[in-house]
């Protein structure tokens, strides 16, 4: 099923496009492939691509190296990425000082997606691609998801798929293009262009990719570990607010999905203007003060090596691991590599509230050590719970009672999703969206209400909001069109 989006030819493309957008969501039976077709290509594809990941001691590890005298993990080639140690004090927070190791990969990868109108419905161009984290094997993937080091062939193996649309989008240039950071508290400094790039002529489909509308990945975001880290971001990127969502699609009767349309209207009031959040986040940037020194892997208090692992001496956080992979469907066949391994499955939730009929999402400026710029806005609650076992009562992230907690009946969405499988091992968060009546000061130094056209002009710029609250802002575009009612907590929480 699609909408008649009303496009007049004077309407140019940037303006057109939140309605395409909104559009190819609404195709959630699909536009050239019904929806029911899907999986049996997925379970196609997964036969075809497989990894056989094998566990080794980190001294075995092919082609890296444990640097002299620091006890860094480096490739010997010099590329990807290296395992180092960071000492991070921050005497305002909550744990005022620690040490761990970081992933240190300085350069910038590309994440894009490539689009193309068919029977003027957008679809998204997504590969089925294995990854040596990923708890399930194959995931749904951008059109292209690599690396400096692999795009340039550092690896020796054959070249990336469908990456010059990418290195030339064309006169009329992409419909997103922004970098955009990683996980704060495992990378330092990790950036990764997000582009969204619509092709202008054939486009021959590869082994391993399939045309979809939003509206099928909307769907399969619902799905436990199916749409990876890396589409996730890039789907966020997409500018779908826009004032004439709902008498284009036509209002919704849920309560919700009408506030949560009202949301995405530029005009709509906020609790607080877009200029005030910009000096909320100013003001987060400059008054923590974060100190961190990237300092050698060997002598990391708290962290010991042995041959299998780098891990933690109480056990908690997380260790680093070593792997072998065999890989089919992938650019190279076999390597070795470090891999960062979570402790517990996380909790990843936006707290929602309507204000004046117009939904609100409760952001958190949080702070983590491997910004580039000190604070980035997150969702309500990210944490792993098992990990604030070890610490003080206080340092319990708020609001996670709240979610915990929360009536069934308000948990508007409820996945399990895996984060990124090329540098961590079988990671995965419960994301959750759900509403609530919690009250917040208005001059609460750490959260602000924010509606949806607010985060959506954000995204339009570097390092404002982290790689989880990227992921939940394309589950709450998912909300936008009637389906099938959110899974419940007691189901979903059975992983």
């Not at 980190?58 to 080639?77: K, M, S, V």
């Not at 984290?133 to 795009?151: E, M």
């Not at 607080?272 to 990237?294: F, K, M, N, Q, Y």
């Not at 982290?466 to 709450?476: D, F, G, K």
Request: aromatic share 8%; hydrophobic share 40%.
């Amino acid at each position: 099923m699609t909408a008649a989006i009303t496009r007049p030819a004077s309407r140019s493309r940037d303006a057109a496009t939140p309605l395409r957008v909104a559009a190819s969501a609404y195709a959630r039976d699909g536009g050239r492939t019904p929806h029911t077709a899907f999986h049996d290509w997925y379970a196609d594809a997964a036969a075809r691509t497989f990894t056989r990941v094998e566990r080794v001691p980190l001294d075995a590890l092919t082609g890296w190296e444990t640097e002299p005298g620091t006890g860094n993990l480096r490739h010997h080639t010099g590329g990807f990425f290296t395992v180092e140690g960071l000492e991070v004090r921050m005497p305002a927070g909550p744990v005022p000082a620690w040490s761990q190791p970081i992933i240190n990969q300085p350069e910038v990868g590309v994440l894009g997606i490539l689009v193309k109108e068919f029977d003027g419905v957008l679809h998204c161009l997504m590969q089925a691609k294995v990854e040596p984290g990923n708890a399930n094997g194959v995931q749904i993937s951008p059109t292209v998801q690599a690396t400096r080091s692999n795009y340039t062939g550092v690896h020796g193996g054959r070249p990336v798929p469908y990456l010059d649309w990418f290195r030339d989008p064309g006169s009329r240039g992409p419909l997103v293009d922004v970098r955009q950071s990683e996980q704060g508290s495992a990378f330092h400094h990790k950036r990764n262009r997000n582009m969204v790039v619509e092709a202008d002529g054939e486009v021959e489909v590869r082994e391993g990719f399939h045309w979809l509308t939003l509206g099928q990945l909307h769907r399969l975001l619902a799905e436990d570990d199916v749409v990876n880290m890396d589409a996730r971001t890039v789907l966020s990127c997409l500018p779908f607010a826009h004032a004439d969502l709902a008498r284009e699609l036509g209002p919704p009767a849920d309560p919700f999905r009408a506030a949560l349309f009202r949301s995405c209207d530029p005009s709509a009031e906020a609790r607080h203007p877009l200029g005030a959040v910009l000096s909320w986040i100013t003001e987060a940037r400059t008054r923590t003060d974060v100190h961190a020194r990237r300092v050698p892997l060997a002598r990391l208090p708290g962290w010991q090596r042995t041959p299998e692992r780098i891990s933690h001496v109480s056990g908690a956080f997380f260790d680093v691991i070593g792997v072998r992979v065999e890989a089919g469907g992938r650019e190279v066949a076999q390597w070795s590599q470090p891999m960062i391994e979570p402790h517990g499955t996380g909790v990843v939730a936006f707290l929602t509230r309507s204000f004046g009929g117009v939904l609100h999402v409760l952001m958190n400026a949080r702070v983590e050590a491997g910004y580039m710029d000190v604070v980035e806005l997150a969702p309500t609650v990210q944490c792993t719970p098992a990990s604030y076992e070890h610490l003080p009562r206080s340092a319990r992230p708020r609001y996670l009672d709240a979610v915990e907690g929360a009536d069934p009946a308000h948990v508007r969405f409820h996945s399990v999703l895996s984060e990124e499988g090329g540098r961590f091992h079988h990671a995965r968060n419960r994301y959750l969206i759900v509403d609530t009546d919690v009250d917040v000061p208005p001059d609460d130094p750490d959260y602000r209400w924010m509606t949806v056209h607010q985060l959506v002009e954000l995204l339009r710029h570097s390092h404002y909001l982290n790689i989880q609250a990227r992921s939940l802002v394309a589950c709450l575009q998912s909300l936008l069109m009637p389906g099938e009612p959110a899974p419940t907590t007691e189901r979903k929480t059975r992983i």
